[in-house]
């Protein structure tokens, strides 16, 4: 489930996750909003605070990273999509 749906589902204002965990509002919108994504320390914290209703993967869902091609061997930017089966 993602980070958004959870906090909407269950009338949990960005503020209160952010104070639990003792992160900024900000930062919390940037993940909610997949703009930022948490380090491993912050999305356990996430994961715990929403009782495991919101995986790693989820918050870790659109995350840009660099991997290398294995034909040119140049870094190129990949985009993690949602899949069908979610």
């Not at 952010?18 to 900024?24: D, F, L, M, Q, W």
């Not at 061997?73 to 993690?80: D, P, S, T």
Request: charged share 30%.
């Amino acid at each position: 489930m993602e980070l958004k749906d959870y906090l909407k589902m269950n009338k949990i204002s960005l503020t209160d996750l952010a104070k639990h965990i003792g992160v900024s509002r900000n930062q919390v919108s940037g993940i909610a909003n997949k703009t930022r994504w948490p380090s491993k320390k912050i999305a356990n914290q996430i994961i715990e605070f929403c009782e495991s209703n919101v995986s790693l993967e989820d918050l870790n869902r659109g995350k840009p990273s660099n991997t290398r091609c294995p034909t040119c061997g140049r870094k190129h930017l990949v985009i993690q999509r949602k899949s069908n089966s979610d």
